[in-house]
């Protein structure tokens, strides 16, 4: 099973950036799709979820700024980030959780903000 992530990189306060996660390597029964961040010095903490059927759940700090979306016909998550802040700059991870329980991550892209 691999989770392969795109679309970090850097970019200036108030920009946008997009992260796409695909799951390939005959995954299947995949239940939570998400995103989740640790910023240097930090605990890596949950960015965005979503379910199955569609349920989603965001970080407060990420209400109203970041989207979260899937594919499930292609195992693809998609996080569209706007209105980025300094305090967003952190590795995103990508995950996925099965309905046997059984989790995996991605490696990890860097996102940085600042001016």
């Known amino acids: 099973v691999q989770l392969v992530e795109s679309g970090g990189g850097s970019v200036q306060p108030g920009g946008s950036l997009r992260l796409s996660c695909a799951a390939s390597?005959?995954?299947?029964?995949?239940?939570?799709m998400g995103w989740y961040r640790q910023a240097p010095g930090k605990q890596r903490e949950l960015v965005a979820i979503?379910?199955?059927?569609?349920?989603?759940n965001y970080a407060d700090s990420v209400k109203g700024r970041f989207t979260i979306s899937r594919d499930n016909a292609e195992n693809t998550v998609i996080l569209q980030m706007n209105s980025l802040k300094p305090e967003d700059t952190a590795v995103y991870y990508c995950?996925?959780?099965?309905?046997?329980?059984?989790?995996?991550w991605g490696q990890g892209t860097q996102v940085t903000v600042s001016s």
């Open positions: 390597g005959g995954i299947s029964g995949i239940y939570v």
């Open positions: 995950k996925v959780r099965q309905y046997s329980g059984d989790d995996y």
């Open positions: 979503i379910s199955t059927f569609g349920i989603t």
